[in-house]
């Protein structure tokens, strides 16, 4: 039974190769990569940008998770990573579920993670100097929906912890209905924005929806050689 369960969850173990740094050794050599111009001539405003998005994913708990998982073998890093991102997917629809909205410690806790995966998709794009190849591009996009409904849950909490809307929600359901429907630009005009904060909220997810399905599904889809993220054949 127990390989079995290894066969499931980590896959052909003799084909992976094991990475030369850990995952936080790796992401301050990307950061040192950038500040010497190792693999783009950049400058001013766009070096800036670069380094505080390779800089800012030391400030959240994923780069520390998977080195905490590479201890244990570095086989388990991807699978702590998915467990991670599946806990994030959760987390805003327990807090819609069970009404705790009111509570601004665990709404703090949930924008928190959030900005981990806001900022996480640019830095891929961006930042990705020293980023290597994943191990597979099907298990990037479905990552990457998955962090798409994560945004759609965190969303439908924000929108529910005020009056921002036309009408209060009857249902845990209709926060993520109108999340959902105002990413993609739909607007039935059953609920819409009448408060700044609501409007202010919705530009935002907005702008992130075309960031996410515009930009790095294109990004993806495309396989774009950038220096980094694709080019590096060895796992990190």
Request: overall charge positive.
């Amino acid at each position: 039974m127990n390989s079995i369960l290894k066969k499931l969850f980590l896959g052909n173990l003799s084909k992976i190769p094991k990475p030369e740094y850990n995952p936080v050794q790796k992401r301050i050599m990307n950061i040192k990569a950038i500040w010497n111009n190792n693999h783009q001539d950049d400058n001013g405003i766009e070096k800036i940008v670069r380094l505080f998005l390779s800089t800012s994913q030391l400030l959240f708990p994923g780069v520390y998770i998977k080195y905490l998982a590479s201890l244990k073998g570095y086989e388990y890093r991807d699978l702590a990573l998915d467990f991670y991102v599946l806990l994030k997917v959760s987390f805003p629809l327990l807090i819609l579920i069970y009404h705790c909205q009111s509570n601004q410690y665990v709404i703090w806790i949930m924008i928190y993670v959030l900005l981990e995966t806001v900022l996480y998709i640019p830095t891929l794009i961006f930042a990705s100097d020293m980023f290597s190849k994943p191990r597979s591009y099907k298990r990037s996009m479905l990552l990457l929906f998955l962090n798409y409904i994560e945004i759609i849950f965190s969303f439908g909490v924000l929108y529910s912890c005020g009056n921002y809307l036309n009408q209060p929600f009857n249902h845990w359901f209709d926060a993520i209905y109108f999340s959902t429907i105002n990413s993609a630009s739909i607007g039935y005009g059953d609920y819409f924005p009448v408060t700044t904060i609501g409007k202010v909220l919705a530009t935002i997810q907005a702008f992130l929806f075309l960031i996410f399905v515009v930009l790095f599904l294109n990004f993806f889809s495309t396989k774009i050689k950038s220096k980094g993220y694709f080019d590096i054949e060895n796992e990190s």
